[in-house]
Every structure is written in C-alpha cells, then in structure tokens.
C-alpha cells in the first residue's frame, strides 16, 4: 500500500469511529489525542505566548533556523488556544515593545504566560540574556544595554499575577559573543515558584542550530512534534529531552527545572488540541504535496532526457561541420600545390627565355612572364587570405561550438541536479509522511496504553511496567532504554532506564559550576573501595543518641558495590540503586534496584516515582512498595563531619499494608551516601511513630 492510500486508509478508520460526540472522542482517542486525561483545565484557559526567533544578524554570521523556529511555535500555540505575541528578527525596541503588550494582555487574567526563544543568547554573571539581532557587543559591558535579560520578562509575567510561567529557550547556539559572555550557554537558573523552565541543552553547553534541510533546530524539531500530542508539561519535555539526546548522541541534552504546582497541559486532547479537520487536512496537502513533487521530478525527468537529445543533435551537426572543414581544407590544400606546380613551370619558361637570342623577344617575354608571376603572386597571395580567414573561421566556429557544447553540459547538470533535488525532495516528503503516519500510530498506542493504565491500580500499572523491563534489564543497547522510556517517560522504573542509557551512552556534554560553586560531574564515580562512612542515629522525639555505625565499601564487581555496615551488608550499584541489605534483624531485597538519587544531574525540583518489589529475605514474603521522590532544595549544610553542598531530597513512601514512611536526605553529588538523613514511619494501625535522624560524624575517601 502506498504512502498516501495508507494514509487515506489511516484516516478514513479513524472516520468511521466519529458518529457524534462520543465518536468525535474516540476518534480523537484513536488519534493519541485524548490520553492526558481528565486535567482540570479551566482555570488554566487563559493562554498568552511570546514567541521570538532571531536568525537574521546584523554584525555576526546568521543563523539557519531560528525564524522557521518560531513561525511553527507560533502556529503551534495558536492551535493550542495561545494568544500569540510574535517577534521574528526582533532589535531590542520590537522586543522589548512586544514584552509590554504581553503585559497588558496577562493583567489580571491569572492566565498560563509563556515565553519561547529561539536565537543567540548568552550568560554574564548569573543572568541569561536574548540578543536581539542589532546588538554590537564589543565588550561585557554592552551585554545588558543592548540585550534582554530573561528575568525581565519573567518579573513581567509575575508583575502581571499570572497563574503559570513556561520559558522556554532555544537560545545556545555556537555563540560568536562567547568572549563577552561569563561562559559558554546559558547560565543554570532554579525555576521561580510557579515557573517551568526549559533549555535546548544543559546549562553551560551548546545547542545544534540544525540544517537548512531539516527546516529547524533540533531541540525545536522534537518540541513540535510532541506538543502535537496530548501529554502532561512534564512528559512533554521528558520526550523532547530523550529524543534529542539520542539524535545527537549525547552532544545535546536538553535541561528544565520546575516548580509548578499545578497539572499543565499544552495539548489536553479535548478543549486544546488538534480538530480532525487539522489532521485530514494535513493529510490532504501531504497528499498534494507528494503528487506535485512527483509531477515536478516527471517534468524534470523529461527535461533531463530533452537537453539529452539536444546534446546529441549537436553532437552530430558539429561532426557533419567539422567533416566539411576537412573537405574543404583539403581542396585549399590541392589548390595551392597546383599553384606551386605551375608557379615551377613559368620559372622554368622564363629560364627558356632567357636563351632567346633576339632581346625584343626575350624582353617581351620577360615581360609576360613577369606579368604572369605578378599575376600568380597576387593569386597566391589571396589562396593564403583566403586560407586565413578560413582558419579563423574554423577557430571560431569550434569555440562556438565549444561554448554551445559547455553551455549544453551546464543546463545538462542544472538539469540533472534539478532532477535529483526533486527526487530527493519526493523522497523527504515519503519519508515525512511515513514518519507521520508512524506517529500517528504511536500517538494511538500512547493513548490506548495510558487509558488503559489509568483504568488499573498502582500495582498493576507497575506489574505492566515492570514485565517490560525485565525484558530489556540486561540489554546493552540504550536504544532500548530509549523507547522504554519514551513509553513511559513518567513511569515507575523510569531513573532505572535513565541510569541505564547513561551508563551505555556516556553524554558528550561539559560541567559547569552552579551559583554555590557545584560541579556535577558527567558519569561521575559515586564509590569507591575503602571508602569509609561513620554516622551517629538520634531520636527526635527525645533527642537521646541510639546508634553509632560505619558503613566500608568492601568491594565493586560486576558492577555492584557491597557496603559492610557492622555485620550487615548492603549491595548497590554503580549508581546508588538499592539491591538488598542482609542483616540479623532485617533483610530485603528490591526488584528493581531501589534508586534514591537521580543517575543524571540533581536538578531542584525535579520529581519522580518509584515502585518496587520489597522482598523479605528471612520470611521470603514479597511487598509492593511505592516512592514519590523530590528534589526540593540545594543547601549548605554542618554536620560534625565538616560543611557540604548539598541537595535536599524527599522520598515519601507507602507499601500495600499502609505504612507510610518518609526520608528526607542531604546528598553530595559524587558520592553515593548521604550527609545526613531525617526518617518517619507512621502507622496507626499498630501504633508505629517513628522519628529519628542520622547524619554523617566523619568520612574517609579512598585514593
């Protein structure tokens, strides 16, 4: 079947399924347009975006594509119930003129205020700036005179009492103002209250700007297409981010920080989505565009073989002239040696002559036969004009010909490359309407998959994860850990699947320091042998000390690190995930591997889940367990093993007997154990309250 039938054949299934408005649903399900679910717009309707995009620079080299970023940002969000403020090749003045008319557009409204940037932008002391594309930066100075500070237009959306703030910046493109700058990219910020906050790339790195045969840039080409399905703000991001990772390789990794408290939905599948009328119209013009390419690759098919016949004729007029040049060379030539002969002759006349006695005679002769060598002089003298303006003429008729003949080949290659361009761009519209088509059955799966998962418990929901992951736990592909999580980018086993991809797939991105001087480090080890950890364990409610203990990385194989702990042992691995710990009074195990801390970079803010099967080893019963883990500061912390920088992480968890539990802990990024730790366990059912804090006394590194 072709492109278009299956797409005609695609389309026309899902028709069959609109018969009223509970068709019009399940069309929109069977399109993967309603999987988000029931999020409670409302309050959230009032929708305002400014969109930017600046390619068109005055004083360095222009950008490919970050205009075509912005135009499909800007037709994205209007389709999606934004009132759109654009600015395409803004000077400071248009920008600065369309953040004033956001604001009086977001006054009073509570309204869902966006920014989307696409451009040069650029870090100078903890602040990000969009570069207009008039700006002159000799020195750091000029930065904040003839640049828009990032925080401007966020103190704008906060001065108008919007509900939710989204910045989104595709602003780190290889940066010519690099030495003007604090360091490369774009500084790192934690998102305001309220503020989701998204980057191309990490902080500090830089962002493909993509191709002209792409259309966008890689970040914004991936945003596109998933804002076109309905997902939650976070899954949407999360997608992106995979998506641009694996295209290049770990070059780029797009970065956010979140503080929303509130669900969001760009694309909610019901009242902000895509109408069929969208979808079969898109599918029509794909359609047209298809047929006209075709037509145009005909066209210049027949052109090709066209110059090709014309070449050819020309070819065989130029033979049949050249072969009259030689004929006529050749009589030229015999012309002259019969002059030549007779010229011989005539001397040899005059030779007699000159034996005549009688000198009237011989004079007459002499005469004749002078008048006679005039007469053949000036005749071979016109042979030889004759004989060069034939030569010249042949010489130009070659160069005419010649030219005619390279005029020829060069609308021969035009043509041919002509030809290719329209196959090739025949073969790009294939292919994009393949990708759309597949797509648009993912986007069906997607949906069917998260309706069905909402329909189910927990459990269950954990169960369906978990049988896939234990299909590719083992696998050394990251492709695989890449559509499990593009499956479930909010999923259980989800910093499972992303420990996996960045033990397989190192990212090729560079560190840079935080505002409190952080370094996290890419792939950083978090053990190592002889480390050494001693910890003292209080109870809160009474203050009283109840243990000391040291815990001692003994060893680290077959990536797995055993951690001794006076008699007990723990196993982790390489990333800090939880496998067991084995002592005298307690002893479990977790399938997956409990993971406490991220195994990308901690960001603030960042929030994931995880559900796990906790084994008791003694009594070999099995529980299901889940943990909703936070991120909810970066703090500086005392302890009487010294001061760290460190991130405070919340993990509150339940299992299916109702005991709830939480932990809240200091980490170090590089190192797998925590600073200190605060633990409650509450259940009212058998009276369990538990209050107490552990936190670090000394630790020793190993070399």
């Known amino acids: 079947m072709s492109h278009a039938s299956r797409s005609t054949h695609l389309l026309s299934y899902f028709l069959k399924r609109w018969n009223g408005f509970t068709g019009f649903k399940h069309f929109l399900l069977g399109l993967g347009l309603i999987s988000f679910g029931a999020v409670a717009q409302a309050p959230l309707d009032v929708r305002v975006a400014l969109i930017i995009g600046n390619a068109a620079y005055i004083n360095v080299p222009a950008l490919a594509n970050p205009t075509n970023d912005a135009k499909a940002m800007a037709n994205i969000m209007r389709k999606l119930g934004f009132k759109v403020f654009d600015v395409i090749d803004g000077d400071k003045a248009s920008m600065e003129r369309a953040i004033e008319q956001m604001k009086d557009q977001l006054k009073g409204q509570q309204a869902v205020a966006m920014l989307y940037y696409a451009g040069h932008g650029l870090q100078l002391d903890w602040h990000n700036y969009m570069v207009p594309v008039n700006a002159k930066l000799n020195t750091a100075a000029d930065v904040p005179k003839q640049t828009i500070d990032i925080e401007k237009v966020i103190t704008t959306f906060k001065a108008s009492s919007t509900r939710m703030n989204i910045i989104v910046l595709d602003a780190c493109r290889d940066n010519p103002f690099a030495e003007k700058a604090s360091g490369k990219g774009l500084a ?167 034996k005549i006695k009688e000198q009237l005679a011989r004079q007459r002769a002499e005469a004749e036969s002078k008048e006679r060598e005039r007469l053949l002089i000036l005749a071979a003298e016109e042979q030889k004009r004759l004989a060069l303006e034939a030569e010249k003429a042949r010489v130009k008729a070659e160069s005419e010909a010649k030219e005619r003949e390279r005029q020829l080949a060069l609308a021969a290659e035009a043509e041919k490359k002509r030809a290719q361009e329209a196959a090739q761009a ?37 169960e369906i994860q978990k049988a896939e992951w234990d299909k590719i736990k083992d696998s050394k592909s990251a492709d695989d850990f890449y559509a499990f999580l593009n499956k479930y980018p909010s999923g259980y086993i989800t910093e499972q699947a992303t420990a996996a991809i960045e033990r397989l797939q190192i990212a090729k991105i560079s560190s840079q320091a935080d505002k409190m001087g952080m370094v996290q480090a890419v792939a950083q080890a978090r053990y190592r042998v002889g480390d050494s950890y001693s910890y003292v364990r209080r109870n809160n409610w009474t203050g009283a000390e109840m243990k ?156």
């Open 188 to 354: 790192q910020l934690d998102a305001p209250p309220g503020t989701y906050l998204a980057f191309a790339t990490s902080p500090g790195n830089v962002a493909e700007d993509g191709d002209a045969e792409s259309g966008n840039g890689l970040f914004t080409q991936f945003l596109i297409k998933e804002l076109q399905k309905p997902s939650s703000i976070e899954n949407v991001f999360k997608r992106v981010r995979l998506q641009v990772r694996q295209k290049s390789q770990g070059r780029q990794i797009p970065w956010d920080s979140s503080s929303l408290e509130e669900d969001f939905a760009f694309n909610d599948g019901a009242k902000h989505t895509f109408n069929p009328e969208d979808l079969i119209r898109e599918a029509r013009e794909a359609k047209e565009k298809q047929e006209r390419l075709k037509a145009e690759a005909e066209a210049a098919k027949q052109r090709e073989i066209e110059i090709a016949r014309q070449r050819e004729q020309e070819r065989i007029r130029l033979a049949e002239e050249q072969k009259q040049r030689e004929i006529e060379a050749e009589a030229q030539r015999k012309r002259e040696v019969e002059i030549a002969k007779q010229q011989e002759l005539e001397r040899q006349r005059m030779a007699e002559a000159q």
């Open 426 to 462: 025949l073969e790009r519209a294939r292919l994009a309407e393949t990708q759309r088509l597949k797509d648009m059955e993912q986007a069906t799966a997607q949906a069917d998959l998260e309706a069905r998962l909402k329909k189910e418990t927990a459990e269950k929901q954990f």
């Open 548 to 703: 000391r203990f040291t815990r001692f990385i003994t060893k680290i194989e077959n990536g797995l690190v055993y951690i001794s702990n006076d008699g007990a042992e723990e196993i982790r691995t390489l990333e800090g995930a939880n496998v067991s710990i084995v002592s005298a009074s307690t002893s479990y195990m977790y399938d997956p591997p409990k993971l406490e801390v991220p195994a990308d970079e901690i960001v603030v803010g960042k929030k994931w889940t995880g559900a796990y099967i906790e084994t008791d080893v003694n009594t070999k019963q099995k529980y299901f367990r889940e943990d909703r883990f936070t991120v909810l500061a970066q703090e500086a912390i005392t302890t009487p093993a010294g001061s760290f920088q460190t991130f405070k992480i919340e993990d509150a968890s339940t299992n299916q007997f109702g005991v709830r539990a939480s932990l809240t802990y200091w980490i170090e990024p590089g190192y797998g154990l925590p600073i200190r730790n605060v633990r409650r366990v509450v259940n009212a059912r058998y009276g369990i309250n538990i209050s107490e804090t552990t936190e670090l006394v000394s630790r020793k590194i190993a070399n």
